[in-house]
């Protein structure tokens, strides 16, 4: 009797590191969705304030764009290897995520400077747990920008650790346009 032979399709490889980051973001997307669904079902309740968006969160959301750019610069001179450069694009994001953080916390001090607080209406409290669950995953976002910038300095770096942090980079940037066109206009 012959056994049968099982061949492997190792056409399509994707890093461990990259499927992980892939798997989180998915994880991410589910639990915005969630969120966004419960604002839409409970702003048609009733008793929903109209919020004004600070003009912090829009800077930030140009800031969190012009900062994926700079990763998008980076990963292609990363393929050029041009570590200098890299790093100082690296650098540049790092630097954009800090400036978002910042316009974050001043769009957050706006609002409670204006009476708008996370607890006493859903309507706040929703953009005050948004705002802050996208912050905090720009956070780590941030953290991970760090350890890739110390990384660059190590002759034996490797392209797929910056492309793991620009996956997920570029990932936050479209989600934080999202949440922002979404509590704008819904």
């Given at each position: 009797?012959?056994?049968?032979?099982?061949?492997?399709?190792?056409?399509?490889?994707?890093?461990?590191?990259?499927?992980?980051?892939?798997?989180?973001?998915?994880?991410?997307?589910?639990?915005?969705?969630?969120?966004?669904?419960?604002?839409?079902?409970?702003?048609?309740?009733?008793?929903?304030?109209?919020?004004?968006?600070?003009?912090?969160?829009?800077?930030?959301?140009?800031?969190?764009?012009?900062?994926?750019?700079?990763?998008?610069?980076?990963?292609?001179?990363?393929?050029?290897?041009?570590?200098?450069?890299?790093?100082?694009?690296?650098?540049?994001?790092?630097?954009?995520?800090?400036?978002f953080t910042a316009l974050q916390l001043l769009g957050w001090e706006y609002l409670t400077q204006n009476g708008i607080y996370l607890v006493g209406?859903?309507s706040a409290g929703f953009l005050y747990v948004i705002s802050g669950l996208h912050l905090l995953h720009l956070l780590g976002g941030i953290v991970?920008?760090?350890?890739?910038?110390?990384?660059?300095?190590?002759?034996?770096?490797?392209?797929?650790?910056?492309?793991?942090?620009?996956?997920?980079?570029?990932?936050?940037?479209?989600?934080?346009?999202?949440?922002?066109?979404?509590?704008?206009?819904?």
């Open positions: 009797m012959q056994s049968a032979t099982v061949k492997n399709n190792t056409n399509f490889k994707i890093p461990a590191k990259q499927f992980t980051v892939w798997v989180f973001m998915v994880s991410v997307v589910m639990l915005f969705a969630g969120l966004t669904s419960a604002y839409i079902v409970r702003k048609a309740e009733g008793n929903w304030m109209t919020i004004t968006m600070p003009s912090q969160f829009q800077a930030s959301l140009v800031v969190v764009l012009l900062s994926t750019v700079t990763m998008g610069f980076a990963q292609y001179f990363a393929k050029l290897q041009k570590r200098g450069i890299v790093q100082i694009l690296t650098a540049l994001t790092l630097v954009g995520g800090l400036a209406n859903a991970v920008l760090l350890v890739v910038m110390v990384q660059l300095f190590d002759k034996n770096f490797n392209n797929s650790k910056l492309n793991s942090a620009a996956i997920y980079w570029h990932f936050v940037g479209i989600l934080w346009l999202y949440l922002y066109l979404f509590l704008q206009n819904v």
